[in-house]
């Protein structure tokens, strides 16, 4: 079974600063990946950074990057330079990598953490 | 061509029609989800697709039923459905990886926000 959780129900954060929104994970799977995901008012899903559970090096996609600790089990997603339009829902998910079918398809969630940027 | 096409949009029907969602994608991804997702909670899985076939049902009540009739397309039929379906219905696409350790991210639609009157 997979578990993710985001115990930052909102966060608030100045433009121009970074912030760091949390995330905690439990798996058995020996191996995972660990997605963070911003979806707008408008609805849509998009796919901000991936981290691997075998890289080594923590992901980095422009102004995100993932500070990933694995032996805390954490993958904390990292904003520098906050915009107006990161204000939105941020949701940390993972999936099970290998083999096949079941937590190999399966995208489990957290709760999101609703991110606020004020001027 | 990135994008997952989701139609329609906005969907309001009452609780004895029967009603479809459409969802298309030409990226060649043979893993397709379909998600619901209440206001303020995360997405909820409720059907996946791999190579065309069912795979994954999370025990989703049978006034929904999906459909997928090629490697492009995904259906979901609503019939009888109850007030409390009123949510975004999100569809997602993923390429199948060759290689066990490869990373595909699943790609959404915009989704249907669908109301039950």
């Known amino acids: 079974a997979q578990k993710i959780t985001q115990t930052q129900p909102g966060m608030f954060v100045q433009e121009k600063e970074a912030v760091t929104l949390d995330c905690t994970y439990d798996?058995?799977?020996?191996?995972?990946?660990l997605f963070w995901y911003k979806q707008p008012s408008s609805g849509e899903m998009i796919f901000l950074i991936y981290?691997?559970?075998?890289?080594?090096q923590n992901a980095t996609e422009g102004r995100y990057s993932l500070n990933f600790q694995k032996a805390r089990k954490s993958a904390n997603l990292v904003i520098s330079a906050s915009q107006l339009g990161d204000s939105a829902m941020y949701f940390c998910?993972?999936?099970?990598?290998?083999?096949?079918?079941?937590?190999?398809?399966?995208?489990?969630f957290g709760k999101g953490t609703l991110l606020t940027v004020n001027p | 061509d990135t994008e997952v096409t989701q139609t329609p949009k906005h969907l309001v029907m009452g609780m004895t029609n029967k009603k479809s969602l459409k969802c298309e994608q030409h990226?060649?991804?043979?893993?397709m989800y379909w998600y619901k997702q209440k206001a303020k909670k995360p997405p909820e899985l409720m059907f996946v697709?791999?190579?065309?076939?069912?795979?994954i049902n999370e025990s989703v009540p049978s006034r929904f039923s999906p459909e997928c009739p090629n490697s492009s397309l995904l259906n979901l039929h609503l019939h009888a459905l109850q007030p409390e379906d009123s949510a975004l219905y999100l569809c997602?696409?993923?390429?199948?990886?060759?290689?066990?350790?490869?990373?595909?991210?699943?790609?959404f639609g915009q989704g249907t926000r669908l109301t039950v009157v």
């Open positions: 997602a696409s993923r390429k199948i990886g060759s290689r066990d350790r490869e990373n595909t991210e699943a790609f």
């Open positions: 798996t058995s799977d020996p191996s995972y990946g």
């Open positions: 981290q691997g559970s075998y890289d080594q």
């Open positions: 998910a993972m999936r099970g990598l290998g083999g096949s079918g079941g937590s190999n398809y399966k995208l489990t």
């Open positions: 990226m060649g991804h043979r893993a």
């Open positions: 697709y791999s190579y065309e076939k069912l795979s």
